[in-house]
């Protein structure tokens, strides 16, 4: 098949992503358009020179480097409606490229912090926004909150604090991002811990730059229910069993840890061998922003270089339904039984 009609029909296919960072899906326009209406500083207005600061364009592939695509952002939001826009937008791009259901991951400090709103305002306010694209669009969201590794555990705690009181209403997940190798997750486990009393489900960012040791750590000492990247288990025996074992989903993003410089080549990235040894695995962005992607470009990807066919797909998507923290799995469930099995129950069917 071209390209061109492989691109169409993976664009119509209904998909499913659980690993996006609201952060890293701001449309570059958007930006350059709240900035010059807010007065906001940016090193530059002109459009192609923005996107080499935001987007990864032809430098080495590098971790940290991916990471500083962020930092422009970091110290942007001027008020309640660019927040509110971005989030819109980031919802809307989404259920454009046929994404019906979407954990939509952020740190409410990222937005909160710069003018200094307070992070439950902050929280609303994106909820609002989700909730008013839903209107318009046939796609569910739900928001994950994210804890970053670098900004300490004080920070991380006043987060969780608001997290836990608003969970089950608001925030259903926890995950926990930033620079593996430098910050090491295990501070951060009694946080974890409090999230998971509160009913909210758990994923961690794990052997993406960092070593298969951390998925196990993510396992066995965080109780995740699911890992953020996890490509580094392919090193090592015992962290497949163990992820086997407890069938722990593993949201990949293969573009991304291309971007990050973690797996050389989309042929060389391990989704397809811990698929075919049995280990639950889904497909996703990451960031579609940062990296210049769709969820649709990653499925195009997972065929031509990847070796998955259309079956394998819908086997991806139904693993990632069974693992999503949806308050109400059951009712998502049927929802996609009519999409992908003409009504029929789904279930993660094993190859
Ligand atoms: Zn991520």
Redesign the pocket.
Known sequence: MVIKDLHKKMKEFPKVDL???LE?SIRVESFLDIARKEKVKLPTYDLEAFRRLVQVNDEPPDFINFLNKFKVARGFYPNRNSIERVAYEAVEDAARDNVKYLEL?YSPTHFASVQRFPEEEVIRWVQGAFERAMGNYDIEVIPVL?ISRNYGIELAEHTVNIAVKLAGKYFFGL?L?GDEINYPAKPMAPLFRRAQDAGMGLTL?AG?AGGPENIIEAVEKFGCDRI??GVQAAKSEQAMTILKKTQTLL?M?PT?NIHTGVVRSLKAHPLKMFYERGLSVSLNT??PMVSNITLTDEYVNAVTKMGFNEDDLKKLNIMAIEHCFHPNKETLKKKFAKIWNKGKEIKATRV
Do not use: I
């Open positions: 690993h996006r960072h890293g991951r994210t995950d991002a960012h993406e953020g990247h949201e993003c991304s990451d960031d």
